[in-house]
């Protein structure tokens, strides 16, 4: 499985959480890697991003309270998000895709790789 995303659960609004995606090596370099999230019946997100060369994106409704990190020696992707609300409440999921198919932002995962979800829950 190229990508596994875990980390997710249960907690109060305010809490924190920290998301981590687990990469299969031959992805890590060369690819651009996001976060996204998807509640039911609503299209899906983009919460952050991180390009092959280091440039990162936050959705605005994350921003100043997420960190996304690639962790090369780990391998992993890890998102911290921070004063969670019941708005983040959603499954989150790890997306990969070539850089030769990236041009920043969250528009080229469509087509990439998916791992299969983790879902996050924020209780008031």
């Known amino acids: 499985v190229p990508l596994a995303e875990s980390g997710g659960g249960s907690v109060q609004s305010g809490g924190s959480l920290k998301l981590s995606c687990s990469v299969s090596?031959?992805?890590?370099?060369?690819?651009?890697m996001a976060w996204f999230r998807q509640v039911p019946g609503k299209e899906r997100e983009g919460v952050a991003s991180?390009?092959?060369?280091?440039?990162?994106t936050y959705a605005d409704s994350v921003k100043g309270r997420s960190t996304i990190f690639k962790d090369t020696e780990k391998k992993i992707l890890t998102l911290e998000m921070r004063r969670l609300n019941v708005d983040d409440s959603a499954m989150y999921y790890c997306?990969?895709?070539?850089?030769?198919?990236?041009?920043?932002?969250?528009?080229?995962?469509?087509?990439?790789?998916w791992g299969q979800g983790t879902q996050v829950t924020v209780s008031s």
């Open positions: 991180v390009e092959w060369y280091g440039a990162i």
């Open positions: 997306a990969a895709r070539n850089r030769a198919h990236c041009r920043g932002g969250f528009g080229p995962y469509r087509d990439g790789l």
């Open positions: 090596e031959y992805i890590f370099s060369g690819y651009c």
